[in-house]
């Protein structure tokens, strides 16, 4: 298994993200499940993606921070209404908070080894309902 991790562009708090995802515009029906789930659209198709859906998740970047996953359902290609070829990324609507990890900008995604991903949060440890620049404060201080 392997997870994939991505910036969130625009957003600063996970509340902020569960409400985006809430939208038609990033909603989408999966054609396997029959269920409306959240996408994520994304320029270049995993070459790993068999090994993402053994189990992966999307770990997402806000404001600087590795802040939460969630799982992914299923990678499949799209045709853009430009006619170019796209990935859409469907992933599990839960979103899971993980211990806050500071990581730089880069542009689309990358993989995540399990060992080099942040551990889930478990109950109220603190930190998660902090705004985003004072758990990157926190974090950068090792605290």
């Not at 603190?126 to 201080?141: A, F, I, R, V, W």
């Amino acid at each position: 298994m392997i997870n994939l991790i991505k910036l969130v562009v625009g957003v600063t708090s996970l509340e902020e993200l569960a409400e985006r995802q809430k939208l038609p515009t990033n909603l989408r029906l999966h054609p396997k499940s029959g269920r409306m789930l959240p996408i994520v659209h994304t320029r270049a198709f995993p070459k790993q993606a068999d090994m993402l859906l053994q189990g992966g998740s999307l770990y997402r970047v806000i404001a600087g921070l590795i802040l939460c996953r969630q799982q992914l359902v299923d990678i499949l290609p799209e045709a853009r209404p430009d006619g170019t070829q796209g990935t859409l990324l469907f992933i599990d609507p839960k979103i899971i908070r993980v211990e806050a990890r500071a990581l730089r900008p880069f542009q689309g995604w990358r993989y995540l080894r399990p060992a080099d991903a942040p551990p889930d949060l478990t109950g109220s440890q603190g930190h998660d309902q902090l705004p985003p620049s004072l758990q990157k404060e926190l974090t950068l201080l090792g605290l």
